[in-house]
Protein backbone atom coordinates (compact mmCIF):
# COMPACT_ATOMS: atom_id res chain seq x y z
CA UNK A 1 0.00 0.00 0.00
CA UNK A 2 2.76 2.33 1.46
CA UNK A 3 4.03 2.08 -2.72
CA UNK A 4 0.81 3.21 -4.25
CA UNK A 5 0.74 6.00 -1.69
CA UNK A 6 4.37 6.82 -2.64
CA UNK A 7 3.67 7.14 -6.27
CA UNK A 8 0.83 9.28 -5.76
CA UNK A 9 2.92 11.58 -3.45
CA UNK A 10 5.23 11.86 -6.62
CA UNK A 11 2.20 12.27 -8.74
CA UNK A 12 -0.36 14.52 -6.92
CA UNK A 13 1.78 15.48 -4.10
CA UNK A 14 1.86 14.96 -0.37
CA UNK A 15 -1.13 16.43 0.62
CA UNK A 16 -3.24 14.14 -1.40
CA UNK A 17 -1.11 11.28 -0.21
CA UNK A 18 -1.99 12.13 3.36
CA UNK A 19 -5.73 13.37 2.28
CA UNK A 20 -5.93 9.67 0.98
CA UNK A 21 -4.47 7.46 4.01
CA UNK A 22 -6.70 9.25 6.49
CA UNK A 23 -9.56 8.28 3.88
CA UNK A 24 -8.15 4.92 4.46
CA UNK A 25 -7.46 4.90 8.06
CA UNK A 26 -11.42 6.20 8.73
CA UNK A 27 -12.92 3.79 6.42
CA UNK A 28 -10.70 0.31 6.17
CA UNK A 29 -13.48 -1.66 4.90
CA UNK A 30 -14.50 0.57 2.30
CA UNK A 31 -13.96 -0.76 -1.34
CA UNK A 32 -11.71 1.73 -2.34
CA UNK A 33 -9.55 1.29 1.16
CA UNK A 34 -9.59 -2.59 0.22
CA UNK A 35 -8.43 -1.82 -3.80
CA UNK A 36 -5.18 0.35 -2.36
CA UNK A 37 -4.17 -2.03 -0.04
CA UNK A 38 -5.13 -5.11 -2.68
CA UNK A 39 -7.51 -6.87 -0.69
CA UNK A 40 -10.80 -8.54 -1.19
CA UNK A 41 -10.21 -9.54 -4.80
CA UNK A 42 -11.37 -12.71 -5.59
CA UNK A 43 -9.19 -15.91 -4.14
CA UNK A 44 -8.08 -17.19 -7.61
CA UNK A 45 -6.16 -13.70 -8.46
CA UNK A 46 -3.60 -14.34 -5.52
CA UNK A 47 -2.99 -17.80 -6.32
CA UNK A 48 0.42 -17.31 -8.41
CA UNK A 49 2.69 -13.93 -8.89
CA UNK A 50 4.43 -12.78 -11.71
CA UNK A 51 1.78 -12.76 -14.25
CA UNK A 52 -1.06 -10.05 -15.10
CA UNK A 53 -4.23 -11.06 -12.81
CA UNK A 54 -1.98 -13.07 -10.52
CA UNK A 55 -1.57 -11.07 -7.86
CA UNK A 56 -4.52 -9.49 -6.52
CA UNK A 57 -5.29 -5.74 -8.13
CA UNK A 58 -2.96 -4.56 -10.83
CA UNK A 59 -0.29 -1.41 -9.59
CA UNK A 60 -2.24 0.53 -12.27
CA UNK A 61 -5.79 -0.17 -11.39
CA UNK A 62 -4.21 0.45 -7.66
CA UNK A 63 -2.56 3.82 -8.20
CA UNK A 64 -5.84 5.04 -10.22
CA UNK A 65 -8.22 3.93 -7.17
CA UNK A 66 -6.10 5.95 -4.84
CA UNK A 67 -5.89 9.32 -7.28
CA UNK A 68 -9.83 9.34 -7.00
CA UNK A 69 -9.90 9.00 -3.43
CA UNK A 70 -7.35 12.39 -3.52
CA UNK A 71 -9.28 14.02 -5.52
CA UNK A 72 -13.32 13.35 -4.19
CA UNK A 73 -11.53 13.16 -0.47
CA UNK A 74 -14.03 15.81 0.51
CA UNK A 75 -17.15 13.16 0.07
CA UNK A 76 -15.19 11.31 2.62
CA UNK A 77 -13.46 13.42 5.26
CA UNK A 78 -16.43 16.28 5.15
CA UNK A 79 -17.83 15.90 8.34
CA UNK A 80 -21.69 16.97 6.22
CA UNK A 81 -21.02 15.84 3.14
CA UNK A 82 -22.58 16.08 0.29
CA UNK A 83 -25.14 13.65 0.08
CA UNK A 84 -27.41 11.60 -2.43
CA UNK A 85 -30.19 14.39 -1.79
CA UNK A 86 -28.03 17.17 -2.80
CA UNK A 87 -27.73 15.78 -6.00
CA UNK A 88 -31.94 14.88 -6.18
CA UNK A 89 -32.04 18.45 -5.82
CA UNK A 90 -30.34 19.35 -8.50
CA UNK A 91 -32.21 17.19 -10.71
CA UNK A 92 -35.62 17.70 -9.69
CA UNK A 93 -34.78 21.54 -10.88
CA UNK A 94 -36.02 22.31 -7.09
CA UNK A 95 -39.19 21.52 -8.08
CA UNK A 96 -40.50 21.39 -3.90
CA UNK A 97 -43.49 19.04 -5.02
CA UNK A 98 -41.00 16.81 -6.73
CA UNK A 99 -38.50 17.06 -3.90
CA UNK A 100 -40.56 16.16 -1.42
CA UNK A 101 -41.93 13.24 -3.00
CA UNK A 102 -38.56 11.71 -3.63
CA UNK A 103 -37.12 12.78 -0.07
CA UNK A 104 -40.71 11.08 1.70
CA UNK A 105 -39.78 7.95 -0.05
CA UNK A 106 -36.05 8.23 1.05
CA UNK A 107 -37.13 8.87 5.19
CA UNK A 108 -40.02 6.09 4.56
CA UNK A 109 -36.97 3.90 3.78
CA UNK A 110 -33.55 4.79 5.51
CA UNK A 111 -32.28 1.58 4.00
CA UNK A 112 -32.37 2.59 0.34
CA UNK A 113 -31.46 6.12 1.80
CA UNK A 114 -27.94 4.65 3.51
CA UNK A 115 -27.39 2.95 0.20
CA UNK A 116 -27.53 5.72 -1.66
CA UNK A 117 -25.51 7.97 0.22
CA UNK A 118 -22.60 5.29 0.31
CA UNK A 119 -22.91 4.79 -3.10
CA UNK A 120 -22.51 8.88 -4.14
CA UNK A 121 -19.87 8.81 -1.41
CA UNK A 122 -18.19 6.18 -3.28
CA UNK A 123 -18.59 6.94 -6.55
CA UNK A 124 -19.93 10.78 -6.46
CA UNK A 125 -21.93 11.95 -9.90
CA UNK A 126 -18.89 11.23 -12.29
CA UNK A 127 -19.15 9.80 -14.76
CA UNK A 128 -22.77 8.04 -17.07
CA UNK A 129 -22.77 4.73 -15.22
CA UNK A 130 -22.59 6.51 -11.86
CA UNK A 131 -25.15 9.01 -13.13
CA UNK A 132 -27.36 6.64 -14.88
CA UNK A 133 -27.91 4.99 -11.22
CA UNK A 134 -28.61 7.60 -9.76
CA UNK A 135 -31.18 8.58 -11.47
CA UNK A 136 -32.91 5.31 -11.59
CA UNK A 137 -33.39 5.24 -8.07
CA UNK A 138 -34.85 8.93 -8.62
CA UNK A 139 -36.88 7.42 -11.14
CA UNK A 140 -37.81 4.65 -8.51
CA UNK A 141 -38.99 7.35 -6.02
CA UNK A 142 -40.93 9.25 -7.95
CA UNK A 143 -43.44 6.58 -9.47
CA UNK A 144 -43.59 4.48 -6.62
CA UNK A 145 -46.72 4.78 -4.86
CA UNK A 146 -46.64 5.29 -1.09
CA UNK A 147 -48.82 3.70 1.66
CA UNK A 148 -50.38 5.65 4.95
CA UNK A 149 -47.65 3.53 6.95
CA UNK A 150 -44.92 4.93 4.68
CA UNK A 151 -46.02 8.40 4.40
CA UNK A 152 -46.55 8.27 8.56
CA UNK A 153 -42.56 6.96 8.66
CA UNK A 154 -41.44 9.98 6.57
CA UNK A 155 -43.33 12.16 8.48
CA UNK A 156 -42.10 11.28 11.70
CA UNK A 157 -38.63 11.58 10.26
CA UNK A 158 -39.28 15.02 9.66
CA UNK A 159 -40.87 15.79 12.67
CA UNK A 160 -37.57 15.02 14.56
CA UNK A 161 -35.92 17.63 12.77
CA UNK A 162 -38.09 20.44 13.98
CA UNK A 163 -39.93 21.03 17.35
CA UNK A 164 -43.17 18.50 18.00
CA UNK A 165 -45.03 21.88 18.58
CA UNK A 166 -44.60 23.23 14.90
CA UNK A 167 -45.09 19.79 13.31
CA UNK A 168 -47.58 19.20 10.82
CA UNK A 169 -48.57 15.83 12.62
CA UNK A 170 -49.09 17.81 15.97
CA UNK A 171 -51.22 20.36 13.64
CA UNK A 172 -53.04 17.34 12.40
CA UNK A 173 -53.59 15.96 15.50
CA UNK A 174 -55.40 19.18 17.51
CA UNK A 175 -57.08 19.55 14.74
CA UNK A 176 -58.49 15.70 14.93
CA UNK A 177 -58.88 16.71 18.65
CA UNK A 178 -60.58 19.78 18.51
CA UNK A 179 -63.20 18.83 15.93
Known sequence: MYGILSQLAKKM???????VLEIIK????????????????????????GKEGWGGYSDE????????????????????PGTFMNYVRG?????????????????????????????????GSEGW???????DMIQEAETTPMGIEELARAELSRVGKKPYTTSAVNRYLTKAFND
Do not use: C, T
Not at 93 to 106: C, E, I, L, T, W
Not at 114 to 121: A, T
Open 91 to 123: KVDNDPQRFKKVSDFFRANPDKRKSMDDWYKEM
Open 61 to 80: SRLGRAMHLAEGADRYLNPY
Open 13 to 19: GRPAMKR
Open 129 to 135: WGRKFLD
Open 26 to 49: QNPNSRPAQIIKNEGAPNWWYKGG
